[in-house]
């Protein structure tokens, strides 16, 4: 317990790293304010005319028929079942359709947001991780606390604990704030109520982001022990974003199921669905596509053996590695 407050003074001593906690509130406000411009009400006449026009296209015998085919055939429409309702919102006209712009709706906004956000703050803990230990390591301060705590496991935990702890703690004060802004615009703006549960899944999925922030902290943490350098994680993470699950997309589809964004929202929705078409078919049947499934469960087994060997093999370096 001694070693991680020492180790939470470091961090609150880090300049660099206070710049990006600093940072990711600034972002969050940026999320908001963003949000509720985008989403600001609209007159009475402007929402009316947007219902009238909703209830004509719904009326209309083509529509009609597709929600008809919906309710036998689900997956060509992208429904989750064929219950009517779930056709309904995957097929009828919806009133944001007609209108100049989107009106608030947090169960709309819940589906995404929480994933813009966890990635987000979790770009923030990669860069919070490595500047920690690699600031360290530049300055030599490795060496000199390990003649005071020989122990090297017991330095490293106690390092990783702390990163883990500042990040994950980071990002839910962060959610929290955002949904806190949109909800209270939402309560003035609107005398609709939230659906019973919301607020519990809501919780659920910044709970899920702030996990996500401390793996992306740890990892940060990981890969900056063994290279000894921040720069190199801040490439390794530009090369994989911009480049990496482009190429794989491209050339090794079926690793789909295997590359960080689609995990990361399994992760934060509770699961995610991956629908690959084929390039050529001829007949109905070929050109359905292939469906692939991520569960919440598949999400964590994945993020938590890629995080488990990275910071295995972080140790194990560490341990055994000549330190300055």
Same mark, same amino acid.
């Given at each position: 317990?001694?070693?991680?407050?020492?180790?939470?003074?470091?961090?609150?001593? #880090?300049?660099?790293?206070?710049?990006?906690?600093?940072?990711?509130?600034?972002?969050?406000?940026?999320? +908001?304010?963003?949000?509720?411009?985008? =989403?600001? %009400?609209?007159?009475? /006449?402007?929402?009316?005319?947007?219902?009238?026009?909703?209830?004509?296209?719904?009326?209309?015998?083509?529509?009609? #028929?597709?929600?008809?085919?919906?309710?036998?055939?689900?997956?060509?429409?992208?429904?989750?079942?064929?219950? %009517?309702?779930?056709? &309904?919102? &995957?097929?009828?006209?919806?009133?944001? @359709?007609? $209108?100049?712009? %989107?009106?608030?709706? *947090?169960?709309?906004?819940?589906?995404?947001? %929480?994933?813009?956000?966890?990635?987000?703050?979790?770009?923030?803990?990669?860069?919070?991780?490595?500047?920690?230990?690699?600031?360290?390591?530049?300055?030599?301060?490795?060496?000199?606390?390990?003649?005071?705590? *020989? #122990?090297?496991?017991?330095? @490293?935990?106690?390092?990783?604990?702390?990163?883990?702890?500042?990040?994950?703690?980071?990002?839910?004060? +962060?959610?929290?704030?955002?949904?806190?802004?949109? $909800?209270?615009?939402?309560?003035?703006?609107?005398?609709?109520?939230?659906? &019973?549960?919301?607020?519990?899944? $809501?919780?659920?999925?910044?709970?899920?982001? /702030?996990?996500?922030?401390?793996?992306?902290?740890?990892?940060?943490?990981?890969?900056?022990?063994?290279?000894? =350098?921040? +720069?190199? +994680?801040?490439?390794?993470?530009? &090369?994989?974003?911009?480049?990496?699950?482009?190429?794989?997309?491209?050339?090794?589809?079926? $690793?789909?199921?295997?590359?960080?964004?689609?995990?990361?929202?399994?992760?934060?929705?509770?699961?995610?669905?991956?629908?690959?078409?084929?390039?050529?078919?001829?007949?109905?049947?070929?050109?359905?596509?292939?469906?692939?499934?991520?569960?919440?469960?598949?999400?964590?087994?994945?993020?938590?053996?890629?995080?488990?060997?990275?910071?295995?093999?972080?140790?194990?370096?560490?341990?055994?590695?000549?330190? *300055?």
């Amino acid at each position: 317990m001694r070693l991680l407050r020492v180790e939470l003074s470091r961090i609150r001593a #880090r300049r660099a790293i206070m710049v990006l906690v600093v940072g990711s509130f600034l972002v969050g406000a940026f999320v +908001v304010a963003a949000t509720l411009w985008e =989403h600001r %009400p609209l007159d009475a /006449a402007a929402i009316a005319e947007a219902e009238q026009r909703v209830a004509e296209e719904t009326r209309r015998p083509y529509v009609q #028929r597709a929600l008809r085919q919906c309710e036998r055939h689900p997956e060509r429409f992208g429904a989750s079942s064929g219950d %009517p309702a779930d056709c &309904a919102e &995957a097929v009828l006209p919806q009133v944001n @359709w007609f $209108l100049d712009r %989107p009106v608030l709706d *947090p169960v709309e906004l819940a589906g995404e947001l %929480p994933v813009v956000l966890a990635l987000f703050l979790g770009v923030i803990a990669v860069l919070i991780g490595a500047t920690m230990i690699g600031a360290e390591w530049s300055a030599g301060s490795v060496g000199t606390q390990l003649l005071f705590e *020989p #122990r090297r496991p017991r330095v @490293w935990a106690a390092k990783a604990a702390a990163i883990a702890l500042v990040t994950a703690v980071m990002a839910a004060v +962060v959610f929290a704030l955002v949904w806190a802004g949109i $909800l209270a615009a939402y309560a003035a703006w609107s005398d609709d109520g939230l659906p &019973a549960g919301f607020l519990g899944d $809501l919780g659920a999925s910044g709970l899920r982001a /702030a996990a996500f922030a401390g793996i992306g902290g740890l990892a940060g943490y990981a890969v900056t022990v063994a290279a000894r =350098h921040t +720069v190199v +994680v801040v490439g390794l993470m530009l &090369a994989y974003s911009v480049i990496g699950e482009g190429l794989l997309r491209e050339f090794v589809p079926r $690793l789909e199921r295997y590359l960080v964004s689609n995990n990361t929202l399994a992760w934060i929705q509770d699961g995610h669905r991956i629908r690959i078409h084929p390039e050529f078919c001829n007949t109905r049947a070929e050109c359905r596509p292939t469906v692939t499934v991520i569960s919440l469960a598949d999400a964590a087994l994945y993020f938590g053996v890629v995080a488990a060997a990275m910071l295995l093999i972080s140790l194990a370096v560490f341990r055994h590695r000549d330190v *300055p």
